[in-house]
């Protein structure tokens, strides 16, 4: 996955009524922390982030240019949310580095229909996975196999039955000798 640029302005005002003003002047409030740096407060544009985060969730890398001329490759890491006004509160951004590895939770897509007297059971919705910083996958496709029928299931039973009693008997005789 790209890095997907966006810009920043620093954050001087903290605190409960800073964060509205940010707010109301159409800005997330947001952190910048990670690899024993300082924290940075800045604020995004609200709808550039908005469609990020919609387009690619939280899987994707943002390349923050930051008004004062720094820089930072960051990921999300936490979101709060008004859920009454479906906006963003304040973001969380992890600070990362190219060839980095980091665990991060994927969700899995599952993709077309089930098979007629079929049951789906999508118990995972997330999957944690260990990558490239710079490379990480928007989702995860799951991949549906037919179940085996009671017959195979008792047909590979026996085997694997017979494989152990022939394994004792070979360790027996090793004893033995």
Do not use: W
């Not at 903290?14 to 509205?20: C, L, T, Y």
């Amino acid at each position: 996955m790209s890095e997907v640029r966006i810009n920043a302005e620093p954050r001087t005002e903290f605190g409960k009524g800073g964060a509205r003003r940010t707010r109301r002047a159409g800005n997330v409030p947001a952190v910048l922390y990670g690899h024993g740096e300082a924290p940075v407060h800045i604020a995004l544009p609200a709808r550039e982030f908005a469609a990020i985060i919609r387009h690619s969730g939280m899987t994707q890398v943002l390349n923050i240019d930051i008004s004062d001329g720094t820089k930072a490759l960051a990921l999300p890491k936490a979101i709060q949310r008004d859920p009454v006004r479906d906006t963003y509160d304040h973001v969380d951004l992890l600070v990362v580095r190219a060839g980095e590895r980091i665990t991060v939770d994927v969700p899995v897509v599952l993709v077309g229909e089930a098979a007629r007297d079929t049951l789906v059971n999508h118990d995972q919705q997330t999957i944690s996975i260990v990558a490239d910083a710079t490379m990480l996958p928007e989702l995860i496709i799951a991949i549906v196999n037919n179940s085996p029928s009671a017959a195979e299931m008792d047909a590979e039973g026996e085997s694997a039955e017979a494989e152990v009693t022939t394994d004792e008997a070979a360790a027996a005789e090793g004893d033995a000798a």
